[in-house]
Every structure is written in C-alpha cells, then in structure tokens.
C-alpha cells in the first residue's frame, strides 16, 4: 500500500506567530515532524504543502519534499483540512503518483514519535479500515456516560440519551476522544465521503508523553518543559552507559 505523509504548514497563525518556523529548543517547530516522519519506515513519501516561500525553505533546509506551492485560498484561518489534503492529491496525480492513503501529520504536535506514524499505518493496513486516529482517553469526570447538555428551557439531558448517570466510577465504559497527532485515510473516503474518517473508524491510543497540540504561548511553553526534561533524562542516561563501559 502507497501512503503519503502529507505535512501542511501555512505562514499564519493565530495563538502563536510564525509558529510552524518559531525555534523550539534551537530548531523550528516543523522540524520535529518532519524528522518523525522521515523517520517513519511506512510512509511511501513525505511531502510538505504551505503557501509560504520561507516555511517552503525551511522545510527542504530538512529535508522534506516541495513539490508545489499551495494556493493562497487554501491557507486561510478559515480554510478546512480536507480541501488542503484534496488539493495535494490532485497536484500529485497531475504529475503521475498516486496513493492509496493519506497520512497527515499537522506541526503542532511536535512530540509525536515515528512509531505512532507506523503504528497507525499498521493497523490501516491490518484492519482495512476507513481511517485510523490517534486518540487519547477521556478522563472520567468527562464520560459521556456522566456529560450533560442543557435544553433551553435548563434542564439537563445526559449525552448518551440514558435517563440516569451510572453511579460508579469503576462502571464506566472507556471514552476516547481525537488526539490529533496522526490521521490515516483512504484516498477514496476523502474524496467519496468528503471527509478524514469514513463509516469505519478505528483509533491508535498515544502515551500522554508523546501527545501535545500547540495552539497557544501556553501550549508551547508546556512543550518546551517537556522536550527539555527528555533532553536531561537522555544525558543522563548516557552518561550513566558511558560510566558502566569504562
């Protein structure tokens, strides 16, 4: 199976400017993809789709394929994913590739590892699936099983349509909710069903460590922590290899 890693970064931001080239512990954000991916044993090809020149030359600086620059209509605040994943199919078709799949992997979420990439693209591939996601448990407190809607007239309906919460805990079914580090398509579903997951959905669950999604000064100064804490373990741990050699 032909799956195309599919990397789109545009030059706007809302929360953090700049941020897909904003230097994250001295490399731009996007490198961290892009190495993850290049990294990733089942991807056929990782390409980068942006309508900026300079996130352009970043992105081959590290060494990821440009084949096309994306159009400024496709890069809006407003601009959906799907259209922006379409558009890259077609413009490689055009020239004569063609995938069975698409794998996109969004910049914001710069801890995710090339192991969730294969992973995914494992289970596609064993399973047959629509779509594969990568997604992370719902903490109880957010079961669906204990969420309420409010009616306008104030009276509170379980999300499930049951007519009371279970009571224990221990009882809960386990909730998933979309992580957003990676999303495996077929081709035909995102053309087809004209969306990112099709009727057969199935989820890869990533380690909270590896699951992060900038959106805000916050977001990144979390992220910072993080990779800085992995920096000091990984030192220490050679240290400790290389004391036990000598």
Same mark, same amino acid.
Request: proline share 6%.
């Given at each position: ?15 953090v400017?700049? &941020? ?11 490198? +961290?993809?892009i190495e @993850? @991916? ?22 081959l ?13 496709? @890069? =809006? ?7 922006v ?12 590739? #063609? ?15 090339? $192991? ?8 596609? $591939?064993?399973?047959? !699936? ?5 997604? =992370? ?9 204990? #969420? +309420?809607? &409010?009616?306008?007239?104030? &009276?509170?309906?379980?999300t499930?349509?049951?007519? !009371?919460?279970?009571s224990?805990?221990?009882? /809960?079914?386990? !909730? ?9 398509? =077929?081709?035909?579903? /995102?053309?087809?069903?004209?969306? /990112?997951?099709?009727t057969? #959905?199935?989820?890869?669950?990533? $380690?909270?460590?590896?699951? #992060? ?19 000091? @373990? ?9 004391a036990?050699?000598?």
């Open positions: 199976m032909k799956v195309l890693g599919l990397i789109p970064a545009r030059g706007g931001s809302k929360g400017s700049r &941020k897909n080239i904003r230097l994250l512990l001295g490399k731009p954000m996007l490198a +961290y993809t @993850a @991916a290049k990294n990733a044993g089942r991807l056929t090809r990782v390409i980068l789709s942006t309508e900026d020149e300079e996130i352009a030359e970043v992105g600086k590290y060494g990821v394929d440009v084949p096309f620059m994306r159009p400024a209509e496709l @890069a =809006r605040d407003t601009t959906p994913t799907l259209p994943i379409q558009h890259a199919i077609e413009s490689l078709e055009a020239i004569g590739e #063609v995938y069975d799949a698409i794998c996109l992997l969004q910049p914001t979420n710069p801890l995710r590892r090339a $192991e969730d990439i294969d992973n995914c693209i494992e289970l596609f $591939e064993e399973t047959g !699936a629509d779509s594969v996601i990568s997604i =992370r448990q719902v903490p109880h407190e957010y079961n669906p099983k204990w #969420v +309420y809607w &409010k009616n306008a007239d104030g &009276k509170m309906v379980l499930t349509g049951e007519t !009371a919460p279970i224990r805990r221990q009882d /809960l079914p386990p !909730a998933f909710h979309r992580e957003g580090s990676v999303y495996v398509t =077929r081709k035909t579903v /995102l053309f087809e069903a004209g969306n /990112l997951y099709g057969d #959905v199935h989820g890869y669950e990533i $380690e909270p460590e590896h699951s #992060v999604n900038i959106d805000t000064l916050e977001d990144w100064n979390e992220v910072e922590r993080r990779l800085q804490e992995r920096l000091a @373990a990984s030192d220490s741990q050679r240290e400790t290899d290389f036990a050699t000598v």
